[in-house]
């Protein structure tokens, strides 16, 4: 299994110097990296709340293949958080 390495950010500092090169760029990024977060939070969250992958994919009206990448990337990402906290 590949190893995600999480960077922590200044998230504020970068989407202000977007937004003084482009606002509406900046805009635009903070609204899909919103979606891609929630959706992958979503995804996440049913999984562990005992839903498969193709009901995931019937309620977020995404496709199947979709739906098991987002479960998948969402619960490597909370492991590896488990890990940096000491907490896996």
Known sequence: MATVVL????DDALVAGMAAADPEAA???V???RSRVYGLARSMLAAIG???ALEVS????IP????KTRI?????????SLATEGLA
């Open 31 to 33: 609204r899909r990296f």
């Open 72 to 80: 998948r990337t969402a619960l490597q990402r909370l492991r590896v």
């Open 50 to 52: 005992g839903r498969t």
């Open 58 to 61: 019937d309620a977020e009206g």
């Open 7 to 10: 960077h922590p950010v200044d």
């Open 64 to 67: 199947l293949g979709t739906a």
């Open 27 to 29: 805009a635009a990024f």
